[in-house]
């Protein structure tokens, strides 16, 4: 008889921060929480675990270093999750790397850029994204993180195109 071997493979999400998310913590903490990156990653870490995940985490100032890493990401992971930061409102080059790449991305954004200043509605990145999550302050990071690997499985499975 033939013996039936699962083999399971952990997902590979890349989790990038644009500029100033290394201030997390001190930078205007009553628009983005108390919490610094490094909480936030390993609250991320601990989800992905959950949901059977790795993440690799990365935050640039630089908005070229973000394009570079969106580049090299295609074949490596399965998925992004991004917070381009002040980026959002003023990439094309981000938008052009993410839609370059074809691989599924969710925005993800501490505050509510859409009740801020009026420079801040508008996003590069929300049409080449799978969805947008925004306003939570970290838990925002947990609900994109679970909506994009629920997303990746459902693909997968054959659901969704
Ligand atoms: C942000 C919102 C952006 O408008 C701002 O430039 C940021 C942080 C957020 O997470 O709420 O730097 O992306």
């Known amino acids: 008889m033939r013996s039936l071997v699962t083999f399971y493979v952990a997902m590979k999400i890349l989790v990038l921060h644009g ?11 009553n628009i983005y929480g108390s919490e610094t990156l490094e909480d936030i990653v390993g609250l991320l870490k601990e989800k992905a675990a959950e949901l059977g995940a790795n993440i ?3 935050q640039t100032n630089c908005e070229g270093d973000l394009v570079s ?12 999750l991004i917070n381009p930061a002040a ?3 003023t990439s094309i080059a981000l938008r052009d790397a993410l839609q370059a790449i074809d ?23 929300t049409a080449v994204s799978v969805g947008h999550i925004s306003g ?3 838990k925002s990071y947990l609900l994109a993180l679970e909506g994009l ?7 997968d499975a054959g659901v969704v195109e």
Do not use: M
Request: hydrophobic content about 30%.
């Open 103 to 125: 691989l599924p991305c969710v925005e993800v954004h501490l505050s509510n850029p859409a009740a801020r200043e009026s420079f801040r509605h508008h996003s590069y990145i």
């Open 136 to 138: 939570f302050g970290a």
């Open 149 to 155: 690997i629920d997303y990746i499985r459902i693909r």
């Open 69 to 80: 890493a969106i580049g090299s990401s295609k074949g490596v992971y399965n998925g992004l």
């Open 87 to 89: 980026y959002t409102h």
């Open 19 to 29: 500029p100033n998310l290394n201030l997390l913590g001190t930078r205007e903490p």
């Open 56 to 58: 690799d985490s990365h």
